[in-house]
């Protein structure tokens, strides 16, 4: 199985700041990388699909990188709806796998 | 508009049996991939199962062999079948479509609906 290593698993910020997230990936998997947004008690909601496309109705200070296997999640400048976990999930190949989640948190 | 909703959850003994049911609307379920993922109390996201358009079905380690997924196209449903169910299977239990889209020679899929959850109980 793939596995997918994000870091930080938490990382507290402030309203303004810019904040980078990274996801690894055990072995190449090309574009095929999507960026999820959780927050407490809700369904996932997708960000980022294709390593760097954002889906439709995504503020667009929300971007993303991939190189090789390191992926990246930038917000630009962080609001508070922005405050949640934030995971990357593999779907190259079957069984996809998800990062472990990277909790934002505010400072 | 587009959209699924989970149902079926609720407490079960271990060794017992739940089938989680995934109503969609706004789309048809056998024309796109459909997935299951869970999410422990407090833990990450953990994908456990595809159904694809062609009736090809996958699973995670933890569930193979107690977990069936399948479809039911005449209600757009799709079902989570578990047996055997064991404390670690407590979740809330996600139904999401995969959307797909090419380029060049090359299918990407991503998880762009999600229905609400629903939670799984395994306790004596």
């Known amino acids: 199985d793939i596995q997918m290593t994000q870091s930080p698993s938490s990382l507290p910020a402030s309203v303004g700041d810019k904040v980078t997230i990274t996801c690894r990936a055990s072995q190449s998997i090309g574009s095929h990388l999507n960026w999820y947004q959780q927050k407490p008690g809700k369904a996932p909601k997708l960000l980022i699909y294709?390593?760097?496309s954002l889906q439709g109705g995504v503020p667009s200070r929300f971007t993303a990188t991939a190189s090789g296997t390191d992926f990246t999640l930038i917000i630009s400048s962080l609001q508070p709806e922005d405050f949640a976990t934030y995971y990357c999930q593999q779907s190259y190949t079957s069984p996809y796998t998800f990062g472990q989640g990277t909790k934002l948190e505010i400072k | 508009e587009v959209q699924v909703a989970e149902s079926g959850g609720g407490l079960v003994q271990p060794g017992g049996s739940l089938r989680l049911s995934c109503a969609a609307s706004?789309?048809?379920?056998?024309?796109?991939?459909m997935n299951w993922v869970r999410q422990a109390p407090g833990k990450g996201l953990e994908w456990v199962s595809i159904l694809y358009s062609s009736g090809t079905t996958h699973y995670a380690d933890s569930v193979q062999g107690r977990f069936t997924i399948s479809r039911d196209i005449s209600k757009n449903t799709v079902y989570l079948q578990m047996n055997s169910l064991r404390a670690e299977d407590s979740a809330v239990y996600y139904c999401?479509?995969?959307?797909?889209?090419?380029?060049?020679?090359?299918?990407?899929?991503?998880?762009?609906?999600w229905g609400k959850g629903t939670t799984v109980t395994v306790s004596s």
């Open positions: 706004g789309f048809t379920v056998s024309n796109n991939y």
């Open positions: 999401a479509r995969d959307s797909s889209l090419v380029r060049g020679y090359s299918y990407y899929y991503y998880m762009d609906v």
């Open positions: 294709t390593a760097s």
